[in-house]
């Protein structure tokens, strides 16, 4: 699946930032916790030499009971045998908001009157708690404001900065060379893009330059060749006719003529292919492509029936395509001039027709997918020997192209599939 540039920039920020916060946040949270106990401790400590400096030495054991009465948070307890200082976290219930809430406690031996006791001293952490998790709260809230300010931020300006390229591509992506629009790219105070801008309109107008005198030389060279052709095929058909004609001399006026007839041909094609591409022809018209099928294919099945090929049709009725009349003809006639030429004997022909499509498949004596890469390419032939100029299937694609319509082939089933897809 792919991705516009801007759009995998951002995402690499976006990934970077939620690997920050994600990376930073518990780190935060944990360095706030340990300098919160640390102060607590700091606290509890503080308490402990406050007992020890005001209160230790005037307290007397017969004192205690009364002097736990009257502190809430601090109060001597029956010695658990320990003589070091211990620091813990533990719960609670207190009375004034009845519920159990975190302290933070320290335990220190004391000695009143020669007699070892527990000192114990308790800070309420809940408003720990609630300092860190609002601090958390606060710290997310703005880094998620960053990032989406930084999110909006970087689309806003790369979008302006990588518009050039993006209408540079644009304009590429609908340049057709032959059609005669020309491409008006925006000037940008980038220098790459500038650049970009210059070599684009260069490669253009100079493709562009060669295409129209290649398409000028091809259009006058087949206009030229029209009457000489007409004449050379004329005068063989005369000499064929005569009566002194040996066999030797007939056979080779015959494969000249046959000759001709393709050179004919190919003269057709290549005259046809150029008026498609200078738009010669009448604007499309809806016609009803089953009756241009079938008048097609009374021609045909003389030519199927010499090769013994089963040809089975399936037609949608009242089909209406928008399209110059003359060139779907061209396009049927070349589509099942195809599937005759490269089927074998006993073979078949299936021609499937409905809305969306015209499927047209046949068997073939290559039992494999031919090369899609330059199938549809000017004199491209499958067989080399083939009788055919190569030019059948450009013609069908550029006329394809023409309507608007899809060209698609593929090979399943032992069978060749080609279709048109309106």
Do not use: C
Request: aromatic share 10%; charged share 25%.
């Amino acid at each position: 699946m792919t991705k516009k540039l801007l759009q995998k920039t951002i995402n690499y920020y976006f990934i970077y930032a939620v690997v920050i916060l994600i990376a930073i946040g518990p780190i935060f949270y944990f360095v706030s916790n340990i300098l919160y106990i640390d102060d607590a401790n700091e606290d509890l400590y503080a308490i402990k030499k406050q007992f020890d400096k005001f209160t230790k030495d005037d307290l007397k054991i017969k004192d205690i009971s009364i002097w736990n009465t009257f502190n809430r948070d601090v109060n001597l307890q029956k010695f658990n045998g320990q003589l070091k200082d211990s620091l813990f976290e533990h719960s609670y219930y207190d009375a004034l908001n009845k519920e159990n809430e975190p302290f933070r406690v320290l335990n220190s031996p004391v000695k009143i009157e020669n007699k070892w006791y527990t000192f114990s001293a308790k800070i309420n952490m809940v408003e720990k708690e609630n300092l860190i998790g609002s601090t958390v709260i606060l710290f997310i809230s703005l880094l998620l404001l960053l990032l989406i300010g930084f999110f909006i931020i970087t689309k806003m300006i790369s979008k302006k900065l990588w518009q050039p390229f993006y209408v540079a591509l644009d304009k590429m992506e609908q340049f057709e060379i032959d059609k005669t629009t020309p491409i008006k790219l925006i000037h940008s105070t980038t220098e790459e893009f500038n650049r970009l801008n210059n070599a684009i309109d260069n490669l253009i107008d100079k493709n562009s330059s060669i295409y129209q005198s290649q398409k000028e030389f091809i259009e006058n060279a087949a206009h030229e060749l029209q009457t000489p052709i007409a004449i050379f095929k004329g005068k063989i058909e005369t000499l064929l006719q005569r009566q002194d004609v040996t066999e030797g001399q007939f056979e080779i006026l015959d494969s000249l003529n046959d000759t001709t007839t393709r050179l004919n041909r190919l003269n057709k094609n290549l005259l046809l292919l150029s008026k498609i591409e200078s738009n010669q022809f009448k604007v499309p018209e809806n016609i009803d492509i089953n009756k241009v099928i079938n008048n097609q294919l009374d021609f045909f099945k003389e030519q199927a029936l010499a090769k013994k090929i089963t040809v089975n049709v399936k037609l949608e009725q009242n089909i209406l395509v928008k399209s110059n009349l003359f060139l779907s003809e061209i396009l049927i006639s070349n589509l099942l001039l195809n599937t005759i030429n490269h089927n074998k004997v006993n073979g078949s022909i299936e021609i499937i027709l409905t809305k969306e499509k015209l499927s047209v498949s046949n068997t073939g004596i290559l039992l494999q997918s031919l090369e899609t890469g330059k199938l549809f390419e000017r004199f491209s032939k499958v067989n080399p020997s083939s009788k055919g100029n190569g030019l059948g299937l450009s013609i069908i694609k550029k006329i394809a192209e023409n309507n608007n319509w899809g060209v698609f082939y593929k090979y399943k089933n032992k069978l060749h599939i080609f279709e048109i897809h309106f």
